[in-house]
């Protein structure tokens, strides 16, 4: 069996404004939304580039996922990659989203940061700043850890 695409799918208290959320952050409008009668998000679709991801309201009545709003917390991070790490970040954080982590250089060589949207979501944030062998990233972590325990 060929795995062919692996789409986030996010369970959201107040879909409708996440979906303005993403579409104004990412400069896409979804590819497909669908709603439920009562006006709530039943399935959204959003593509950039060659990465999808998947929204709708929690929908608990019908089974649905529930969402960090209903958690207090999440248990997954989206790794976006883009070309301007802290571009995306001040595009977000100028969204709603709140910054837990600036963005910083750092040793597997990408620029990274994370934030957490307004609906919950943790998101990090990355740019690949250079190319590093499993070798490589093992080394610089080492000499981390070193300098850590000083």
């Known amino acids: ?10 369970s959201i208290t107040n879909a409708k404004d996440a979906v303005a959320f993403y579409s104004r952050v990412f400069g896409v409008e ?18 950039i580039g060659k990465a999808r991801f998947f929204v709708s309201e929690e929908l608990p009545e019908h089974g649905g996922t529930p969402s960090p709003a209903t958690l207090k917390a999440t248990t997954v991070a989206i790794h976006l990659y883009v070309d301007d790490c802290d571009a995306m970040v001040a595009q977000m954080k100028d969204g709603g989203a709140v910054v837990l982590m600036a963005p910083e250089d750092m040793f597997w060589g990408e620029r990274f ?14 740019t690949r700043l250079r190319d590093m062998t499993q070798e490589e990233i093992q080394a610089e972590a080492a000499k981390l850890f070193e300098d850590m325990a000083e």
């Open 1 to 10: 069996m060929e795995i062919q695409a692996f789409v986030p799918y996010l």
């Open 30 to 47: 979804p590819v497909l939304l669908l709603n439920m009668p009562d006006g709530r998000v039943m399935h959204c679709e959003f593509q």
């Open 113 to 126: 940061a994370r934030v957490t949207d307004p609906f919950g979501h943790e998101w990090g944030i990355a």
